[in-house]
């Protein structure tokens, strides 16, 4: 197969923050007390990078109001089925963290203890064979249960049903975790839109725009781009082109000044009739709806926030302190 030629960057927006500070470097941040690593890719926060979590938490929870969007949670295990009926194994098989448990035998789960207990609490190889076939997943996406839930959605000329939600998610990297950058476990927030292209596309620019303002307003270095997804296997190359053409995804890109690099803290994605496809979500006249999503990757956020603007709340925004403050004060 003949690979796609290179295409030029096109940005849509870009803006240079005022004032830098920038951080050491990542072996600073993470050996703030307030960034403990409890294993490659998971990691655990506390005080003030807590508290700018939350501050990103609850603007893009604010944020997906200001769009409307209808508030649901779901859980952070997938029916195997679900990840199957959208094609997730076709395209990134390399993500998914499958999830098992120990058989329902009582003599197994007894021999498993008694092991435990002989082998200084470890499970011992033998035994980590006789877990149960995979059934499950971890969720390696936050949207995908919310086209299901709205199989066979028929949606009213002219409307436009709005859905966010927030939640873990977990990646398997075939590259090394990194910091805050790359996790297997993180968080994000996502916004789904499900209608006619012409609203859909209209609405993800209403999205982008919202999330470059807050980039200016918290005087941040930053640009809209052109994207296409990380990682295609061989077969679907194809696809790359067909994102760039059809500029399906742009990406919200955050300067990482210390290490000369820029990270993708969010994404806009017009999926076209993909998923309403999968799930018969149609207008009321029976024409095939389709769906967007806009996602923010709340760690992400909180990297490169902390990349420009250093470790130390005194030199950060009045906006974010504000809100630190009053959350502190429980107000």
Known sequence: MNKPRAYRTKILRECTASRVIGLDGDDALMASPDVHALDPGLVALRGDVLALFRFFERTFLRLSRRFHAKESHYPVLLPMRILEEVGYFG????????CTH??????IIESVARS???????LVEELRARVQTVTHALKPA???????QHRGARIPEGEVLRVTMQNHVFRHETTPYDALARLWDFQVRDIVFMGAFDRLKALRQEVMDAAMDLCEALDLTARLELANDPFFLSENTNKIVYQRLG?????????IPHRDMDVAASSFNLHREFYASVYDIRHHDGTAAETACMGFGIERWVYGFLSQKGMDPRGW????THFIDRDASGS
């Open 91 to 98: 395209h990134f098989p390399q993500h998914v963290t499958f």
């Open 102 to 107: 120990l058989p329902e035998d009582l003599p």
């Open 116 to 122: 435990a207990n002989e082998n200084e609490g470890r």
């Open 142 to 148: 936050v949207c995908l249960p919310c086209y299901g």
């Open 247 to 255: 500029e399906v995804k742009y990406e919200l890109m955050l300067r």
């Open 317 to 320: 925004p009045e906006q974010v």
